[in-house]
């Protein structure tokens, strides 16, 4: 669904993607890791179409079969607009406008449809964030950080409603998160990003008992 192949993206001169090269088959949910300025944001932006031709060069191949949306990092809804509204504005570019088959999914945000978002908790927020991605019906999702900011609880409740369309609908995700523990209870492969190159990838189940991988979750240096 995702095929990235040996991607460079610099902002100036700075690079932060530094000939990365990843792929998500169909059906399937991928990790991202990395510490803070790894480059996730910039390749989840990439694969979003959001990098903007001003501030960043870009070169290698990006390509994605079927919908792709996205799940911004920091949820990046409207504050002042209603969960109904955040949720139609997700439905705006494929032309999607009933939410009932997102509210099926996501019973709460039906009973939210008429609050403020900028009102909500951050897991509410957060499943108005995912529920605005489901909105344009996609064969993929990236999803930039489930867990920042939110308690375990409510981060392991959204995990298990992406790990239940993952199942019933064969939608793949690409997980992009600093909780590695999180990250490998959902998916099965991981890469892990460093200094925007590709450090590490395999099963999660090996990737778990890489030091290496260890250390970067710590936020260490991947050696
Ligand atoms: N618009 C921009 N202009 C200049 N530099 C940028 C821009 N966006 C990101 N960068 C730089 O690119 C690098 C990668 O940033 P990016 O946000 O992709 O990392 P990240 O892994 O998502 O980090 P975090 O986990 O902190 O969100 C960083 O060094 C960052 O400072």
New binding site residues.
Partial sequence: MIDVTDLV?S??T?I??DHVTLAVGKGEMVALL????????????TLAGLL?PA??TVSGTVRVEGRLALVP?GRQLFPDMSVADNLALGGWRSGQRDPAPVYELLPRLAELAGRRAGVLSGGEQQMVAVGRALMSRPQVLVV??LSLGLAPNITADLAAHLATLNREQGLAVLL?E?NARLAFELCSRAYV?ES?QVRAEGACAELADDPRVASAYLGGAIT
């Fill in positions: 993206v902002y100036g700075a932060a993607l990395g510490p803070n300025g790894a480059g996730k944001s910039t390749l989840a932006n903007a501030s960043g990092e930039d950080e992009i600093q990003l925007g």
